[in-house]
Nanobody
Framework: VQLQASGGGLVQAGGSLRLSCAAS????????MGWFRQPPGKEREFVTAVSWNGRRTHYADSVKGRFTISRDNAKNTVYLQMNSLNPEDTAVYYC???????????????????WGQGTQVTVSS
């Protein structure tokens, strides 16, 4: 199983970015997907997650109303649209797959089995 995250970069405050996470090796199994982030000098934190069928989502309070998670199962890809970015959003963003409870969304990193390599998002003030 491989998860490939992309789309990070440098953006000014108030700007937008869209992250993508392409999954391979899970084509025969349903799986929920989550995004986590690790700000500099801090621990990894939950950002958002989506169930296999897309009907359930959950967002951290800090990103609610600004970030949107979506998925295209035909492409085995999950997206994170990030709007109104601020410097506090600066972090390495990781995608993760949860094949154990594919129709639920979970917020604890240890519950996810597979992880991408991370993509850096830097928001300048």
């Amino acid at each position: 199983v491989q998860l490939q995250a992309s789309g990070g970069g440098l953006v000014q405050a108030g700007g937008s970015l869209r992250l993508s996470c392409a999954a391979s090796g899970l084509t025969n199994s349903p799986y929920a997907m989550g995004w986590f982030r690790q700000p500099p000098g801090k621990e990894r934190e939950f950002v958002t997650a989506v169930s296999w069928n897309g009907r359930r989502t959950h967002y951290a309070d800090s990103v609610k109303g600004r970030f949107t998670i979506s998925r295209d199962n035909a492409k085995n890809t999950v997206y994170l649209q990030m709007n109104s970015l601020n410097p506090e959003d600066t972090a390495v963003y990781y995608c993760a797959a949860d094949p154990d409870y594919s129709y639920m969304v979970r917020i604890t990193a240890s519950e996810y089995d597979y992880w991408g390599q991370g993509t850096q998002v830097t928001v300048s003030s």
